[in-house]
């Protein structure tokens, strides 16, 4: 009734499904969470002090990579000594007659500032220079500096803003985060990361801690100056007292 089948010569065993090797996944070409080629826009805020050329040196050996292309950003306040934006500021009618008759002698000064912050940005610039990184200067001009600089980093699209942390305001101790009042704003208020760059007290570069305790010792003296001296008591004598003392 029934019928053996004779397994032929060239028919293959068969294999349980569930031990077959699985197949081989797709290779696919692994890219680096940040290539090399990566093209960065970045922002040194600069204003022209000691600090600002530590943060600059800073970026460059710490922070900036190749393809990077920099904006050494500098926000020029503009001074009650010229220009006509003068702030809250109201001159006397004397300062404004002087004014309007030295009108050229204003754009003058202007034009020899725009010179000297072009040159001193420069200088600041030659850690770039030596490490071959692309950049241009951005010189603006504002009564509000902190609000100028955050409107810049959105108008040229920028991916960081790099600063330092005492050449912007002076003032330390912000939150105890040792930030001045305009990296603390521009913290809390640009639309990119902001690196704040700490410049190294006197232990660390051997300058800045002599000159600050220097200034706040004179400081100290004139806010001495202006405090009230007490008045000593004046002892009263009648004259006949006097004479007595006198012929004693």
Sequence with gaps: MGKAIADSPNSSPLMNPSVLPPPPLPSLPIQPTFPAAAHRRLAIAIDLSDESAYAVRWAVQNYLRAGDAVVLLHVRPTSVLYGADWGSITPNSKNKCENDSNNGSQQEIDKELSILTTRKANTLAQPLVDAKIPFKIHVVKDRDMKERLCLEVERLGLSAVIMGSRGFGGTRGRLGL???????????????????????????????????????????????????????????????????NADA
């Design 178 to 244: 040792g930030l001045g009042s305009v990296s603390y704003y521009c913290v809390n208020h640009c639309i990119c990361p902001v690196v704040v760059v700490r410049y190294p007290d006197e232990d660390e570069s051997g300058i800045g801690r002599a000159e600050r305790v220097t200034k706040k010792k004179i400081v100290d003296e004139d806010i001495q100056l202006l405090l009230p001296v007490p008045e000593e008591e004046v002892e009263y004598q009648d004259a006949e007292e006097e004479e007595h």
